[in-house]
């Protein structure tokens, strides 16, 4: 008998190779097993161009109403797209659109299978990312100092009062000089962010910056993390999960010696660089999934990967493709078991456990896609194709 799911999710349907392997997954993996009430939004680069993007906006939106969303992959237009599907403009990349309406934060988590080795020997469980996206030096304000002359930091207050000025070099010849900032607005819902997302995962957080030497800046973002996870104690101690501050260097010394198993949270450039290092480690795209959580909890399930474009290009002539559908399918286990968990049933939960269990034992069972294929020990004979893949794992339900 098919399991209820209380209350609705919302669904945004994508582009291309990612579009093609979610309505195999709706239709072989979730419709025979469970009653959903899904709240349908086509974020295909047609239909955005259509409502003039407006289906992007509404699509939000109902996640700030619901709580929990699973989104397909979807193109964002260049002037390459604007011009292979007949676009009015290069709208603007969905993702962004979203994240700037629900204010989130977006981490990425790998998926362990065990016949796919992680470079890093210690890593058994997945090392969850969570990069600050604002501020820093992707907000800066660079200088090439040309010769002598004295470079001053300036903070001009609106209240009126007195001005700030701090001498940063008196340079004697040429250089260079460079102005980031943060706000504490930004900083704060990061860590709120990331507060609720190892509550959700019910798994270690871990922040790591250098206030050692930055006593004022990165000082500041240690001290509203230290806050922010001060005032959730009572749930982290229920939980039986630590916050723990660390020296950034201290923190990457020990993420390689790590199981895993924790949330990372980085600040801007850390969490662009520890991200892919992160990434790679644990082997492929195909297997990263990413969750956008806002402060307030609502949550947006994605695979990391794109459209696969690629693939789509040959499935469009006729040719048999191996996609591999794991990410997308973790989207939706993790949609899924996010809804079971705020809609307080467990069947719900367990369902989507379950099947997360039959896609990781098919692979260790020997069936994967060919991007798998290529880095598994040992390697099987023969590769499945995306449907085969799907298929295998409906079998096995
Ligand atoms: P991509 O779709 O991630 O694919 C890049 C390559 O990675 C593929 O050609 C394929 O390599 C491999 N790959 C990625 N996912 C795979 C999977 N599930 N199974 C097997 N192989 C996989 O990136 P892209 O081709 O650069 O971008 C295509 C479109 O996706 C773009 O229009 C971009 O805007 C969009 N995009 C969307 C999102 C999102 O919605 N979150 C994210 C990134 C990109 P091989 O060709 O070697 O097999
Ligand atoms: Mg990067």
Redesign the pocket.
Known sequence: MAISVKNPIVEMD?????RI?WKMIKEKLLFPHLKLDLKYYDLGVQHRDETDDQVTIDAANAVKEFGVGV????????AA?VKEYSLKQAWK???GTIRSILDGTVFRKPIIVRNIPPAVRSWKRPISIGRHAYGDIYRSVEYKVPGAGKAELVFTPSAGGEKVSLVIQDFKGPGVLMGIHNTEKSIRSFARACINYALGEKCDLWFGAKDTISKTYHGFFKEVFDQEAEARKADFEKLGIRYRYMLIDDAVAQIMKAEGGMLWACMNYDGDVMSDMVASGFG???LMT?VLVSPEGKYVY??????????YYEHLKGNPT???????IFAWTGAIARRGETDGTPDVVNFARKLESIVIKTIEGGVM???LAAIAEPKPGKYALTEEFIDQIARQW
């Open positions: 994508g582009d291309e190779m990612t392997i989104k397909c992959a979807t193109i964002t237009p260049n797209r990349s969905p993702n492929s795209l195909g990413s994605e695979a990391a990967h794109g459209t696969v474009m690629r693939h191996s996609t591999n559908s794991v990410a997308s896609t060919k991007d």
